[in-house]
C-alpha cells in the first residue's frame, strides 16, 4: 500500500524555521522524484520546490528562493523541506507528491494528505 505522510507542520512566528518531512512507503522511493505543493486559504493548489529522484536537481517556486531547501535520503524513503524566514503568506496546507513519468504503467503520482503550517505572531 503506498503511503505518503507529511509532517512537521505547525504555528510559527514570522520569521521562524520549521522542517517539513514526508515519509514514503509503499512503492521505490529512489526512481520517484518528490515535490512539495501548498495551498493557502481561498488559493489553488501551488508547485514550491522539487528534487530529481538521486537528489541532483532541485527546483523553487521564486516566492521561497532563498528561504527554503528541498532535500531526500533514499535511505529513509524521506524527503524534506527546511524552511526558513517564514512569512505569514506562507501560511498553507503543505504536501508532498512522488511522481514517475516513465514506469510500466506510464506516468505515475501519489499525493500525501499534507500538513498544516500557520505563520502568524
Known amino acids: 500500500q503506498v503511503q505518503l505522510v507529511e509532517s512537521g507542520g505547525g504555528l510559527v512566528q514570522p520569521g521562524g524555521s520549521l522542517r517539513l518531512s514526508c515519509a514514503a512507503s509503499?512503492?521505490?522511493?529512489?526512481?520517484?522524484?518528490m515535490s512539495w505543493y501548498r495551498q493557502g486559504p481561498g488559493k489553488e493548489r501551488e508547485l514550491v520546490a522539487v528534487?530529481?529522484?538521486?537528489?541532483?536537481?532541485?527546483n523553487y517556486a521564486e516566492s521561497v528562493k532563498g528561504r527554503f531547501t528541498i532535500s531526500r535520503d533514499n535511505a529513509k524513503n524521506t524527503v524534506y523541506l527546511q524552511m526558513s524566514t517564514l512569512k505569514p503568506e506562507d501560511t498553507a496546507v503543505y504536501y508532498c507528491?512522488?511522481?514517475?513519468?516513465?514506469?510500466?504503467?506510464?506516468?505515475?503520482?501519489?499525493w500525501g494528505r499534507g500538513t498544516l503550517v500557520t505563520v502568524s505572531s
Open positions: 507528491k512522488a511522481e514517475n513519468i516513465a514506469t510500466m504503467k506510464g506516468p505515475v503520482e501519489y
Open positions: 509503499g512503492f521505490t522511493f529512489s526512481s520517484y522524484a
Open positions: 528534487i530529481s529522484s538521486t537528489g541532483g536537481y532541485t
